[in-house]
Protein backbone atom coordinates (compact mmCIF):
# COMPACT_ATOMS: atom_id res chain seq x y z
CA UNK A 1 0.00 0.00 0.00
CA UNK A 2 2.40 2.67 0.79
CA UNK A 3 3.72 2.58 -3.30
CA UNK A 4 0.36 3.41 -4.37
CA UNK A 5 0.41 6.19 -6.50
CA UNK A 6 -0.61 9.64 -4.61
CA UNK A 7 -4.20 10.59 -5.06
CA UNK A 8 -4.29 13.95 -7.00
CA UNK A 9 -7.89 14.47 -8.66
CA UNK A 10 -8.86 17.37 -10.25
CA UNK A 11 -10.92 19.78 -8.21
CA UNK A 12 -13.12 20.66 -10.80
CA UNK A 13 -14.20 16.49 -10.71
CA UNK A 14 -13.42 15.69 -7.39
CA UNK A 15 -17.10 14.91 -5.46
CA UNK A 16 -19.13 15.10 -8.89
CA UNK A 17 -21.60 11.56 -8.68
CA UNK A 18 -22.61 9.59 -11.24
CA UNK A 19 -25.15 11.32 -14.21
CA UNK A 20 -27.97 10.67 -12.20
CA UNK A 21 -30.13 9.09 -15.22
CA UNK A 22 -27.55 6.69 -15.42
CA UNK A 23 -26.85 6.08 -11.86
CA UNK A 24 -31.01 5.41 -11.64
CA UNK A 25 -30.94 2.79 -14.37
CA UNK A 26 -28.12 0.87 -13.08
CA UNK A 27 -30.61 1.01 -9.27
CA UNK A 28 -33.39 0.01 -11.56
CA UNK A 29 -31.65 -3.21 -13.17
CA UNK A 30 -30.23 -4.56 -9.59
CA UNK A 31 -33.07 -4.15 -7.78
CA UNK A 32 -34.81 -6.49 -10.81
CA UNK A 33 -31.83 -8.63 -10.87
CA UNK A 34 -33.33 -9.45 -6.75
CA UNK A 35 -36.37 -10.62 -8.49
CA UNK A 36 -38.21 -7.41 -7.44
CA UNK A 37 -40.77 -5.42 -10.10
CA UNK A 38 -39.63 -2.21 -10.84
CA UNK A 39 -41.05 0.17 -13.26
CA UNK A 40 -38.40 2.36 -15.04
CA UNK A 41 -39.53 5.72 -15.70
CA UNK A 42 -35.86 7.07 -14.52
CA UNK A 43 -33.63 7.23 -17.80
CA UNK A 44 -34.73 8.61 -20.56
CA UNK A 45 -34.41 6.68 -23.34
CA UNK A 46 -36.70 6.45 -26.41
CA UNK A 47 -38.68 2.86 -26.09
CA UNK A 48 -39.03 2.76 -30.14
CA UNK A 49 -36.63 0.75 -32.04
CA UNK A 50 -34.74 2.24 -34.97
CA UNK A 51 -36.13 2.62 -38.27
CA UNK A 52 -35.85 -0.52 -40.18
CA UNK A 53 -34.71 1.74 -43.25
CA UNK A 54 -31.79 2.88 -41.06
CA UNK A 55 -31.34 -0.44 -39.12
CA UNK A 56 -31.23 -1.99 -42.93
CA UNK A 57 -28.00 0.79 -44.33
CA UNK A 58 -25.93 0.09 -40.83
CA UNK A 59 -25.87 -3.65 -42.01
CA UNK A 60 -25.35 -2.87 -45.32
CA UNK A 61 -21.97 -0.32 -43.97
CA UNK A 62 -21.19 -2.68 -40.97
CA UNK A 63 -17.49 -3.66 -43.05
CA UNK A 64 -16.84 0.57 -43.02
CA UNK A 65 -13.42 0.58 -41.00
CA UNK A 66 -11.90 3.64 -42.49
CA UNK A 67 -11.25 6.69 -40.07
CA UNK A 68 -13.79 9.53 -41.50
CA UNK A 69 -12.80 13.12 -41.44
CA UNK A 70 -12.99 14.63 -38.20
CA UNK A 71 -15.70 17.09 -38.86
CA UNK A 72 -17.76 14.32 -40.05
CA UNK A 73 -18.37 11.61 -42.95
CA UNK A 74 -18.97 14.67 -46.03
CA UNK A 75 -22.36 12.83 -47.24
CA UNK A 76 -23.85 13.03 -43.99
CA UNK A 77 -22.78 16.77 -43.36
CA UNK A 78 -24.91 17.20 -46.43
CA UNK A 79 -27.79 15.04 -45.51
CA UNK A 80 -27.99 17.21 -42.12
CA UNK A 81 -27.89 20.29 -44.05
CA UNK A 82 -30.95 19.70 -46.27
CA UNK A 83 -32.20 18.22 -43.53
CA UNK A 84 -32.31 21.79 -41.30
CA UNK A 85 -33.13 23.48 -44.40
CA UNK A 86 -35.99 21.35 -45.28
CA UNK A 87 -37.27 21.55 -41.89
CA UNK A 88 -36.13 25.42 -40.48
CA UNK A 89 -35.58 26.76 -43.90
CA UNK A 90 -31.95 28.15 -43.09
CA UNK A 91 -29.80 27.77 -45.92
CA UNK A 92 -26.87 25.58 -44.01
CA UNK A 93 -24.61 23.58 -46.33
CA UNK A 94 -22.02 20.96 -45.20
CA UNK A 95 -19.23 22.50 -43.86
CA UNK A 96 -21.60 24.39 -41.20
CA UNK A 97 -22.29 20.52 -39.57
CA UNK A 98 -19.77 19.63 -36.97
CA UNK A 99 -20.63 15.75 -36.55
CA UNK A 100 -19.78 13.74 -32.84
CA UNK A 101 -20.00 10.91 -31.03
CA UNK A 102 -23.46 12.02 -29.30
CA UNK A 103 -24.77 15.78 -28.73
CA UNK A 104 -23.43 15.19 -25.38
CA UNK A 105 -19.89 15.21 -26.33
CA UNK A 106 -20.14 18.12 -28.23
CA UNK A 107 -21.85 20.06 -25.87
CA UNK A 108 -18.64 19.53 -23.19
CA UNK A 109 -16.23 20.29 -26.42
CA UNK A 110 -18.37 23.80 -26.87
CA UNK A 111 -17.88 24.66 -23.39
CA UNK A 112 -13.98 23.82 -23.43
CA UNK A 113 -13.42 25.91 -26.43
CA UNK A 114 -15.48 29.14 -25.07
CA UNK A 115 -14.61 31.12 -22.78
CA UNK A 116 -17.71 32.36 -20.88
CA UNK A 117 -20.23 31.67 -18.52
CA UNK A 118 -22.74 28.99 -19.07
CA UNK A 119 -26.46 30.35 -18.59
CA UNK A 120 -29.29 27.65 -17.95
CA UNK A 121 -32.64 27.59 -17.03
CA UNK A 122 -33.97 25.51 -14.48
CA UNK A 123 -34.97 22.80 -13.89
CA UNK A 124 -32.73 21.45 -16.93
CA UNK A 125 -31.19 17.86 -17.83
CA UNK A 126 -28.59 16.56 -15.79
CA UNK A 127 -25.66 17.24 -17.57
CA UNK A 128 -25.65 21.03 -19.03
CA UNK A 129 -24.08 21.99 -15.04
CA UNK A 130 -21.60 19.15 -14.58
CA UNK A 131 -19.98 19.34 -17.41
CA UNK A 132 -19.31 23.25 -16.99
CA UNK A 133 -18.44 22.09 -13.94
CA UNK A 134 -15.12 19.63 -15.03
CA UNK A 135 -14.48 22.84 -17.41
CA UNK A 136 -14.34 25.40 -14.59
CA UNK A 137 -16.93 27.39 -16.56
CA UNK A 138 -19.40 29.56 -14.11
CA UNK A 139 -22.81 28.43 -14.29
CA UNK A 140 -25.72 31.13 -14.06
CA UNK A 141 -29.34 29.42 -13.14
CA UNK A 142 -32.11 30.92 -14.18
CA UNK A 143 -35.27 29.54 -12.23
CA UNK A 144 -38.49 29.18 -14.40
CA UNK A 145 -42.27 28.61 -12.81
CA UNK A 146 -44.82 26.68 -12.73
CA UNK A 147 -47.48 29.65 -13.42
CA UNK A 148 -45.87 29.98 -17.01
CA UNK A 149 -45.20 26.00 -18.09
CA UNK A 150 -41.68 26.28 -16.72
CA UNK A 151 -40.28 28.40 -19.44
CA UNK A 152 -37.74 30.67 -19.70
CA UNK A 153 -39.24 34.19 -19.84
CA UNK A 154 -37.49 36.90 -22.25
CA UNK A 155 -37.62 39.40 -18.88
CA UNK A 156 -35.99 36.86 -16.69
CA UNK A 157 -33.16 36.34 -19.35
CA UNK A 158 -32.41 40.25 -20.21
CA UNK A 159 -32.47 40.77 -16.21
CA UNK A 160 -29.72 38.19 -15.96
CA UNK A 161 -27.80 39.42 -18.76
CA UNK A 162 -27.72 43.36 -17.84
CA UNK A 163 -25.90 43.27 -14.75
CA UNK A 164 -23.12 42.38 -16.88
CA UNK A 165 -23.97 43.12 -20.59
CA UNK A 166 -20.31 42.72 -22.20
CA UNK A 167 -19.66 39.38 -20.91
CA UNK A 168 -19.47 36.51 -22.45
CA UNK A 169 -22.12 33.90 -22.28
CA UNK A 170 -24.09 30.30 -23.78
CA UNK A 171 -27.68 30.44 -23.21
CA UNK A 172 -28.69 26.74 -23.33
CA UNK A 173 -31.77 26.51 -24.85
CA UNK A 174 -33.65 22.97 -24.41
CA UNK A 175 -37.12 22.37 -26.57
CA UNK A 176 -39.35 20.31 -26.26
CA UNK A 177 -37.46 20.25 -22.66
CA UNK A 178 -35.75 17.47 -20.43
CA UNK A 179 -37.32 17.06 -17.69
CA UNK A 180 -40.79 18.67 -18.49
CA UNK A 181 -41.68 18.02 -21.74
CA UNK A 182 -42.89 22.17 -22.55
CA UNK A 183 -41.77 23.60 -25.47
CA UNK A 184 -42.15 27.40 -26.54
CA UNK A 185 -44.59 29.24 -29.49
CA UNK A 186 -43.25 31.38 -32.16
CA UNK A 187 -43.92 34.87 -30.11
CA UNK A 188 -41.78 33.35 -27.14
CA UNK A 189 -38.93 32.28 -29.31
CA UNK A 190 -39.04 35.60 -31.36
CA UNK A 191 -38.55 37.47 -28.17
CA UNK A 192 -35.79 35.00 -26.51
CA UNK A 193 -33.75 35.46 -29.41
CA UNK A 194 -34.28 39.37 -29.48
CA UNK A 195 -33.00 39.47 -25.56
CA UNK A 196 -30.16 37.01 -27.17
CA UNK A 197 -28.94 38.62 -30.02
CA UNK A 198 -29.09 42.46 -27.83
CA UNK A 199 -26.53 41.04 -25.70
CA UNK A 200 -24.91 38.89 -28.72
CA UNK A 201 -25.39 35.85 -26.13
CA UNK A 202 -24.59 32.50 -28.11
CA UNK A 203 -27.36 30.37 -27.72
CA UNK A 204 -26.81 26.69 -28.16
CA UNK A 205 -30.61 25.52 -28.82
CA UNK A 206 -30.55 21.96 -27.84
CA UNK A 207 -33.30 20.24 -30.39
CA UNK A 208 -32.83 16.48 -29.77
CA UNK A 209 -36.44 15.93 -29.23
CA UNK A 210 -37.70 18.52 -31.51
CA UNK A 211 -39.29 15.78 -33.72
CA UNK A 212 -41.06 14.11 -31.07
CA UNK A 213 -43.10 17.20 -30.64
CA UNK A 214 -46.84 15.88 -30.04
CA UNK A 215 -47.88 17.99 -33.24
CA UNK A 216 -45.07 17.38 -35.43
CA UNK A 217 -44.62 21.56 -34.89
CA UNK A 218 -41.58 22.23 -34.13
CA UNK A 219 -39.45 25.65 -34.48
CA UNK A 220 -36.01 26.18 -34.19
CA UNK A 221 -35.21 29.69 -32.46
CA UNK A 222 -32.58 29.72 -34.74
CA UNK A 223 -35.08 31.22 -37.41
CA UNK A 224 -34.78 34.56 -35.46
CA UNK A 225 -31.43 34.81 -34.32
CA UNK A 226 -29.67 32.75 -36.97
CA UNK A 227 -25.84 34.40 -36.75
CA UNK A 228 -25.97 33.70 -32.70
CA UNK A 229 -27.64 30.07 -32.60
CA UNK A 230 -26.04 26.66 -32.96
CA UNK A 231 -28.50 23.66 -33.33
CA UNK A 232 -27.64 20.33 -31.54
CA UNK A 233 -29.36 17.16 -33.14
CA UNK A 234 -29.10 13.67 -32.79
CA UNK A 235 -30.36 10.13 -33.67
CA UNK A 236 -30.66 9.68 -29.72
CA UNK A 237 -34.28 10.56 -29.52
CA UNK A 238 -36.23 10.88 -32.59
CA UNK A 239 -34.45 7.84 -33.81
CA UNK A 240 -34.17 5.85 -30.90
CA UNK A 241 -30.79 5.23 -31.27
CA UNK A 242 -29.02 6.49 -28.20
CA UNK A 243 -26.39 3.58 -27.93
CA UNK A 244 -25.62 4.43 -31.51
CA UNK A 245 -23.60 8.10 -30.37
CA UNK A 246 -24.47 9.96 -32.71
CA UNK A 247 -24.93 13.98 -32.75
CA UNK A 248 -25.17 17.16 -34.63
CA UNK A 249 -23.92 20.42 -34.38
CA UNK A 250 -25.13 23.25 -37.22
CA UNK A 251 -23.22 26.43 -37.20
CA UNK A 252 -24.42 29.58 -38.83
CA UNK A 253 -20.95 30.85 -40.95
CA UNK A 254 -20.48 33.71 -37.76
CA UNK A 255 -19.65 31.05 -35.57
CA UNK A 256 -17.31 29.25 -38.27
CA UNK A 257 -14.67 29.86 -35.80
CA UNK A 258 -15.60 28.00 -32.65
CA UNK A 259 -16.35 25.18 -35.42
CA UNK A 260 -12.82 25.21 -36.37
CA UNK A 261 -11.80 25.24 -32.86
CA UNK A 262 -14.37 22.20 -31.56
CA UNK A 263 -12.87 20.24 -34.59
CA UNK A 264 -8.99 20.71 -33.56
CA UNK A 265 -10.16 19.32 -29.88
CA UNK A 266 -12.23 16.38 -31.71
CA UNK A 267 -9.15 15.77 -34.12
CA UNK A 268 -7.01 15.40 -30.67
CA UNK A 269 -10.04 13.34 -28.59
CA UNK A 270 -12.67 11.14 -30.12
CA UNK A 271 -11.03 11.39 -33.61
CA UNK A 272 -14.09 10.89 -35.13
CA UNK A 273 -17.76 9.32 -34.91
CA UNK A 274 -18.04 5.21 -35.66
CA UNK A 275 -18.15 4.96 -39.68
CA UNK A 276 -20.87 2.69 -39.99
CA UNK A 277 -22.98 4.79 -37.59
CA UNK A 278 -22.31 7.44 -39.65
CA UNK A 279 -23.58 5.93 -43.17
CA UNK A 280 -26.50 4.74 -41.79
CA UNK A 281 -27.28 8.12 -40.31
CA UNK A 282 -27.52 9.44 -43.77
CA UNK A 283 -30.52 7.89 -44.03
CA UNK A 284 -31.84 8.67 -40.80
CA UNK A 285 -31.51 12.44 -41.60
CA UNK A 286 -33.43 12.48 -45.79
CA UNK A 287 -36.27 10.56 -44.04
CA UNK A 288 -38.65 9.69 -46.58
CA UNK A 289 -41.99 8.45 -46.06
CA UNK A 290 -41.01 5.10 -44.06
CA UNK A 291 -39.45 6.94 -41.44
CA UNK A 292 -41.79 10.04 -41.42
CA UNK A 293 -44.87 7.63 -40.77
CA UNK A 294 -42.58 5.93 -37.79
CA UNK A 295 -42.79 9.12 -36.75
CA UNK A 296 -46.10 10.16 -36.72
CA UNK A 297 -47.14 6.71 -34.90
CA UNK A 298 -44.23 7.58 -32.52
CA UNK A 299 -45.92 10.65 -31.52
CA UNK A 300 -49.58 9.74 -31.33
CA UNK A 301 -48.48 7.61 -28.77
CA UNK A 302 -46.70 9.49 -26.76
CA UNK A 303 -48.82 12.17 -26.49
CA UNK A 304 -51.68 9.84 -25.56
CA UNK A 305 -49.56 8.70 -22.64
CA UNK A 306 -48.25 12.16 -21.89
CA UNK A 307 -52.15 13.25 -21.93
CA UNK A 308 -52.93 9.71 -19.58
CA UNK A 309 -50.36 11.02 -16.87
CA UNK A 310 -50.76 14.58 -16.78
CA UNK A 311 -54.83 13.96 -16.16
CA UNK A 312 -53.89 11.24 -13.58
CA UNK A 313 -51.28 13.33 -11.63
CA UNK A 314 -53.49 16.93 -11.80
CA UNK A 315 -56.44 14.68 -10.24
CA UNK A 316 -54.27 13.81 -7.11
CA UNK A 317 -53.52 18.12 -6.94
CA UNK A 318 -49.85 17.75 -8.19
CA UNK A 319 -48.92 20.65 -9.90
CA UNK A 320 -47.44 19.48 -13.51
CA UNK A 321 -47.41 21.65 -17.08
CA UNK A 322 -48.98 19.79 -19.82
CA UNK A 323 -45.89 17.49 -21.70
CA UNK A 324 -46.11 18.90 -25.20
CA UNK A 325 -42.92 17.15 -26.51
CA UNK A 326 -40.76 14.33 -25.98
CA UNK A 327 -41.65 11.56 -23.13
CA UNK A 328 -40.79 13.81 -20.06
CA UNK A 329 -42.99 15.18 -17.48
CA UNK A 330 -41.94 17.03 -14.52
CA UNK A 331 -44.19 17.11 -11.31
CA UNK A 332 -44.41 19.37 -8.08
CA UNK A 333 -45.85 17.70 -4.71
CA UNK A 334 -45.39 20.26 -2.54
CA UNK A 335 -49.32 19.90 -1.83
CA UNK A 336 -48.07 17.15 0.52
CA UNK A 337 -45.21 18.33 2.23
CA UNK A 338 -46.52 17.99 5.30
CA UNK A 339 -48.38 14.62 5.01
CA UNK A 340 -44.71 13.53 3.58
CA UNK A 341 -42.65 14.79 6.46
CA UNK A 342 -44.94 12.64 8.87
CA UNK A 343 -43.59 9.78 6.39
CA UNK A 344 -40.17 11.37 7.28
CA UNK A 345 -39.75 12.43 3.36
CA UNK A 346 -38.31 16.01 3.09
CA UNK A 347 -36.57 16.76 -0.02
CA UNK A 348 -36.82 15.23 -3.62
CA UNK A 349 -34.34 12.49 -2.78
CA UNK A 350 -36.18 11.31 -0.26
CA UNK A 351 -39.52 10.94 -2.27
CA UNK A 352 -37.88 9.56 -4.94
CA UNK A 353 -35.98 6.87 -3.12
CA UNK A 354 -39.18 5.81 -0.57
CA UNK A 355 -41.49 5.51 -3.83
CA UNK A 356 -38.81 3.35 -5.18
CA UNK A 357 -38.64 0.99 -2.37
CA UNK A 358 -42.38 0.80 -1.56
CA UNK A 359 -43.83 0.98 -4.95
CA UNK A 360 -41.18 0.03 -7.25
CA UNK A 361 -41.74 3.19 -9.46
CA UNK A 362 -38.30 4.69 -10.64
CA UNK A 363 -38.41 8.46 -10.98
CA UNK A 364 -35.70 10.94 -10.68
CA UNK A 365 -35.30 13.88 -8.25
CA UNK A 366 -35.77 17.17 -9.00
CA UNK A 367 -32.88 18.48 -7.08
CA UNK A 368 -30.39 16.85 -9.94
CA UNK A 369 -32.19 18.92 -12.48
CA UNK A 370 -31.40 22.17 -11.11
CA UNK A 371 -34.13 22.68 -8.27
CA UNK A 372 -33.57 23.34 -4.47
CA UNK A 373 -32.97 20.41 -2.48
CA UNK A 374 -36.41 20.91 -0.27
CA UNK A 375 -38.70 21.21 -3.48
CA UNK A 376 -40.74 17.87 -3.63
CA UNK A 377 -40.68 17.51 -7.64
CA UNK A 378 -39.30 14.99 -9.67
CA UNK A 379 -39.16 14.11 -13.46
CA UNK A 380 -40.82 11.20 -14.67
CA UNK A 381 -40.03 9.27 -18.07
CA UNK A 382 -43.34 7.74 -19.59
CA UNK A 383 -41.02 5.34 -21.53
CA UNK A 384 -41.43 2.28 -19.70
CA UNK A 385 -43.99 0.57 -22.98
CA UNK A 386 -42.72 -2.04 -25.60
CA UNK A 387 -42.05 0.38 -28.80
CA UNK A 388 -42.01 -2.16 -31.21
CA UNK A 389 -44.92 -3.71 -30.12
CA UNK A 390 -47.46 -0.41 -29.69
CA UNK A 391 -45.77 0.83 -32.94
CA UNK A 392 -47.92 -2.46 -34.97
CA UNK A 393 -50.47 -1.91 -32.64
CA UNK A 394 -51.54 1.82 -33.56
CA UNK A 395 -51.62 0.32 -37.37
CA UNK A 396 -54.83 -0.80 -36.06
CA UNK A 397 -56.48 2.50 -35.35
CA UNK A 398 -57.57 5.06 -37.88
CA UNK A 399 -55.03 7.73 -38.98
CA UNK A 400 -57.33 10.50 -37.05
CA UNK A 401 -58.17 7.44 -34.28
CA UNK A 402 -56.54 8.99 -30.65
CA UNK A 403 -55.36 5.37 -28.72
CA UNK A 404 -57.98 5.32 -26.00
CA UNK A 405 -57.72 3.96 -22.35
CA UNK A 406 -58.06 0.53 -23.49
CA UNK A 407 -55.30 0.55 -25.88
CA UNK A 408 -53.10 1.59 -22.85
CA UNK A 409 -54.04 -0.88 -20.91
CA UNK A 410 -53.43 -3.55 -23.67
CA UNK A 411 -50.59 -2.40 -24.96
CA UNK A 412 -48.63 0.03 -22.65
CA UNK A 413 -49.38 -2.44 -19.37
CA UNK A 414 -46.21 -1.30 -17.36
CA UNK A 415 -46.90 2.51 -17.77
CA UNK A 416 -50.44 2.14 -16.78
CA UNK A 417 -49.97 0.16 -13.19
CA UNK A 418 -46.92 2.75 -12.59
CA UNK A 419 -48.87 5.68 -12.92
CA UNK A 420 -51.53 3.85 -10.60
CA UNK A 421 -48.82 3.21 -8.00
CA UNK A 422 -47.83 6.44 -7.98
CA UNK A 423 -51.02 7.96 -7.56
CA UNK A 424 -51.88 5.14 -4.63
CA UNK A 425 -48.88 5.81 -2.75
CA UNK A 426 -49.92 9.27 -2.57
CA UNK A 427 -53.26 8.85 -2.00
CA UNK A 428 -52.30 7.13 0.99
CA UNK A 429 -50.09 9.84 2.42
CA UNK A 430 -53.45 11.76 2.88
Excluded at 108 to 130: C, E, H, K, M, R
Aim: aromatic share 10%.
Amino acid sequence: MGNSPRIHLNLNVRGLPQSATLAINEKSARMMSEGKEVFKLGLGQSPFPVPQPVVDELKVNAHQKNYLPVMGLPELRAAVADYHRRTEGIDYTEDDILIGPGSKELMFILQLVYYGDLVIPTPSWVSYAPQAQIVGRHIRWIPTHLANGLKLTPMELDKLCAKDPERPRILILNYPNNPSGTTYNIEELKAIAEVAKKYRTILLSDEIYGELHHEGKHLSIARFYPEGTIISSGLSKWCGAGGWRLGTFAFPKQLHWLRDAMAVVASETFTSTSAPIQYAAIRAFRTGPEIEHYLRQSRRILKRIGQYFHQSLKSMEVSVPRPKGGFYLFANFNAFRSELRKRGIYNSLDFCDRLLEETGVAILPGSVFGCEEDELSARIAYVDFDGARTLAAIESLGPQDEPDMEFLVLHCPKIVTSIERICHWLSECK
